[in-house]
């Protein structure tokens, strides 16, 4: 489907540099785009690329521009955050491509005669929905998915295929959980006696708010007696684990293999590198920023960007190197030992 320049202009903004009638069909990078492609430049490093692009047009800021203007061939959307324009701009021209769901239960699903589907709503085949459970209108739960009783489906949220979202779980509107996804499973939590261990049963529930995007095979476990609670905009990536009892402010996002312990306390606006780990029953405020492969043991209680790992090396400089920490207490003692003397000397060190 092709969509006018004016018309994108009119519906998301910006200031066109070019032909209004001119049309684009799809988005695409800048040295793969062709006449009726759309790209965007938001890297200044790219400038060259941007310039000698085929794009029929591009997304640009004021001050790349100023730059990139002269020589670019196509038509030029201006506007203070290119990225965040081609994202709209790529879902306006995706939502107009995509076919809808027939609103409906398909015959193959098996829903409870208690449960409470709008009519608006759309549930693929083979999907299970549970006593009491409620999926609003403009919901869609593609094929395979398993709703638990009681739980709640918000307005325009959508499940792709074989996600299971378990009993009394709630999420929000225009919420997205991707295949394989696990909302509400047991949190891990045992007591121990006589060296065995004593299943906990784990009463709470997931409470996602609106507009969450949960990536694929990510679980968030329920409660062991209070909820785990995800705000409203969060976003987690693939192959994400969220111990019970989490509490996540708003729009904070996760990256791929993320670990979160239970019970930690992470604040909004947050941003956590692949494979981060969180221990548990910590508190992380608002606007803090792990980076990628990260182990946050204790809490953060300032804003600011945090690292712990050590950089890669060849494994002989690793090991002579790991020699050398594991004997720096040692070597503290000498030094103390050494600046007693100098001191008991009337030297200065």
């Avoid at 409203?232 to 509490?247: F, S």
């Avoid at 930690?264 to 947050?270: D, E, L, R, V």
Wanted: charged letters at 20%.
């Amino acid at each position: 489907m092709c969509v006018r320049l004016e018309e994108l202009i009119e519906s998301l903004g910006g200031s066109l540099v070019g032909d209004p009638r001119a049309v684009v069909s799809a988005v695409a990078s800048l040295e793969r785009a062709g006449a009726t492609d759309l790209s965007f430049l938001s890297n200044p490093t790219l400038r060259v690329a941007a310039a000698a692009s085929g794009a029929g047009a591009l997304i640009l800021s004021p001050l790349d521009d100023a730059v990139v203007g002269a020589d670019y061939r196509g038509a030029r959307i201006v506007t203070a955050n290119p990225h965040a324009y081609f994202a709209r701009a790529a879902h306006y021209l995706v939502v107009r491509e995509t076919p809808p769901q027939a609103p409906g239960i398909h015959p193959a699903a098996s829903v409870d005669a208690r449960a409470r589907i709008d009519p608006a709503a759309h549930i693929g085949p083979l999907v299970t929905v549970e006593e009491g459970a409620v999926v609003v209108a403009g919901a869609i739960i593609d094929a395979g998915c398993f709703i638990g009783r009681d739980a709640v489906i918000g307005e325009d949220t959508h499940f792709f295929a074989n996600v299971t979202f378990h009993a009394r779980c709630i999420i929000g509107k225009r919420g997205i959980v991707h295949s394989g996804a696990v909302i509400g499973g047991d949190g891990f939590g045992f007591a121990h006696e006589d060296g065995r261990y004593i299943k906990v049963p784990q009463v709470g529930r997931v409470v996602l708010g609106d507009d969450v995007d949960i990536g694929s095979n990510t679980t968030v476990d329920r409660g062991a007696l209070d909820d785990t609670v995800i705000g409203d905009g969060v976003k987690l990536d693939n192959l994400i684990q969220i111990g019970h009892n989490c509490r996540i402010g708003a729009h904070t996002a996760m990256a791929g293999c993320t670990g979160v312990a239970g019970s930690a306390q992470i604040g909004s606006h947050c941003t956590f590198g692949g494979a981060a780990m969180i221990n548990g029953h910590i508190e992380i405020v608002d606007h803090v920023h792990v980076t990628a492969g990260t182990l946050v043991p204790n809490s953060l209680l300032e804003p600011g960007r945090y690292t712990g790992f050590y950089p890669v090396s060849r494994n002989a400089e690793w090991e002579r190197n790991a020699v050398l920490l594991r004997n720096l207490t040692a070597l503290r003692e000498r030094i103390r030992v050494l600046e007693k003397a100098v001191k008991a000397l009337g030297l200065t060190v």
